[in-house]
């Protein structure tokens, strides 16, 4: 197995992992996917959509937490379209739900994006795959069922 494949496979057994940690199930809705997350970790989370991200450059969402208070806030562009402002809150969740990298770690931001380290040598890189990867699949489970129709009318 070459070192790509190996960091892939470490991948998808976090995401699995993550996933399976919160319950997440296809057809939910966004708030209940927060909500999941919010049960499986024992935190509150805030979505914060932020009117002004004139300075966030090409962010689209960043995560703050306080352990002391066992809660945190993901701050999302509120000009993002909202499927695309509950895919940069989902990346979020992602890192929370991450228990390889993240657990315990919540203010480490990566500077290392995973397209800069094909091979993901990096911790880093990797745990911003990982976090993608979720999001990708929240977003899967999240228009998996007739409940997308129903929301659209």
Known sequence: MTETQEAMARVRA??????????????????EVVGAV?????????????????GWGTLTGFLT?????????IHVRAADA????????????????????????????????PHDDPRLTSPEAEAELV???????IAGLRYAGPRVAEESW
């Open 131 to 137: 976090a993608e990867h979720i999001a990708h699949r």
């Open 65 to 73: 937490f306080f352990p002391g208070r066992c809660e945190g806030s």
């Open 38 to 54: 919010e049960g499986a970790l024992g935190i509150r989370l805030r979505i914060v959509a932020e009117p002004d991200t004139s």
């Open 82 to 113: 909202p499927v695309y402002r509950e895919f940069a809150a989902s990346h979020e969740l992602g890192h929370l739900l991450d228990d390889a990298h993240c657990a315990g770690a919540f203010w480490e931001r990566s500077s290392v994006p």
């Open 14 to 31: 976090r995401v699995d992992r993550a996933v399976a940690r919160a319950h997440l199930v296809p057809g939910m809705t966004f708030a």
